[in-house]
């Protein structure tokens, strides 16, 4: 089930897999609809987490963003859920770029690999998803 926000620009796209400690993020491009993961970001409070995907930001100039959000089974939210759906209007507020939202229950258990990569090869599963699902 996706839960989609909005249709995003053509271009550079930015995903994010958010977690309190850790968030992984990937790049794309909407046009060839490929994905790469680029980095994990470790922080566990706000401005620093900021400071880190603001840097992210002006390296790769995306037209707009995805983030991943845990749903239950059922569609409700639980408190990662809710702190994942901040994180994406944040986001769009601080970059005023537009910001889709997916459900990604399950991609850290598909993703295969070191515990230290995972987050953002989720990241790339977010975006590969988004692509699938909307374009």
């Known amino acids: 089930m996706l839960k989609l926000t909005q249709r995003l620009p053509q271009g550079v ?5 958010f977690g309190l400690k850790r ?14 993961a ?11 987490r900021f400071v880190e995907v603001e840097k992210i930001v002006r390296q790769w100039q995306p037209v707009g963003f995805v983030v991943g959000v845990p749903y239950q089974e059922d569609g409700s939210l639980n408190s990662l859920s809710q702190a994942c759906l901040r994180f994406s ?6 970059f005023r770029l537009p910001c889709a939202t997916v459900n990604e229950r399950y991609t850290s258990v598909v993703v295969q690999r070191p515990q230290e990569k995972i987050d953002m090869y989720s990241a790339c599963l977010i975006l590969e998803q988004y692509f699938q699902e909307t374009l």
């Open 23 to 36: 968030i992984g993020v990937a790049v794309g491009n909407s046009i060839t609809q490929t994905a790469q």
């Open 13 to 17: 796209l930015m995903a994010f897999d």
């Open 89 to 94: 209007r944040q986001l769009a507020g601080r």
């Open 38 to 48: 680029v980095h994990v970001i470790h922080t566990e409070n706000q401005q620093s």
